[in-house]
């Protein structure tokens, strides 16, 4: 199954433009693609309670695994429109693993910010991430 990056991309940045990052001034879109052919989007949502802001990356595995998904992730974009440079932060990290071990892949993320687009595996991301 592959998944085509600048359409993956393309959805991870129509998403940021729905962020509601008042605080920050932060938008964050992120894209899954699944080995089914499906695709999902989210972005970040933030409180004035600071530190309960949401990661787009978060919202995005909290909808796929509402939505029924158990694995099958072959893809992660984000998209960064407000930075030069993009990756996920260290929790969104392992939420995202825990999705990701549960049929053993190692997902394919793509990063845009305004100075480019970098690619990574989540295993380089989140070397020895822990699992159940
Ligand atoms: N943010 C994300 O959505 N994903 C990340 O991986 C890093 C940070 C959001 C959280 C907050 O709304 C804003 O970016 C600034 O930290």
């Given at each position: 199954?592959?998944?085509?990056?600048?359409?993956?991309?393309?959805?991870?940045?129509?998403?940021?433009?729905?962020?509601?990052?008042?605080?920050?001034?932060?938008?964050?879109g992120?894209?899954?693609?699944?080995?089914?052919?499906?695709?999902?989007?989210?972005a970040?949502?933030?409180?004035?309670?600071?530190?309960?802001?949401?990661?787009?990356?978060?919202?995005?595995?909290?909808?796929?695994m509402?939505d029924?998904?158990?694995?099958?992730?072959?893809?992660?974009?984000?998209?960064?429109?407000?930075?030069?440079?993009?990756s996920?932060?260290?929790?969104?990290?392992?939420v995202?693993?825990?999705?990701?071990?549960?049929?053993?892949?190692?997902?394919?993320?793509?990063?845009?910010?305004?100075?480019?687009?970098?690619?990574?595996?989540?295993?380089?991301?989140?070397?020895?991430?822990?699992?159940?």
């Amino acid at each position: 199954m592959s998944v085509d990056k600048q359409s993956l991309l393309s959805a991870a940045r129509a998403a940021a433009e729905q962020a509601y990052a008042p605080y920050s001034q932060f938008r964050v879109g992120a894209a899954l693609a699944f080995a089914d052919g499906s695709m999902l989007t989210a972005a970040n949502v933030e409180n004035a309670s600071y530190g309960l802001s949401l990661c787009a990356e978060t919202i995005a595995v909290a909808k796929a695994m509402t939505d029924g998904k158990r694995g099958g992730l072959v893809a992660i974009a984000l998209s960064g429109p407000d930075v030069d440079l993009i990756s996920p932060c260290g929790r969104c990290r392992q939420v995202l693993l825990e999705l990701a071990a549960l049929d053993g892949s190692d997902p394919v993320v793509w990063g845009e910010g305004s100075a480019g687009i970098r690619e990574w595996r989540l295993s380089q991301l989140l070397p020895d991430g822990f699992t159940a």
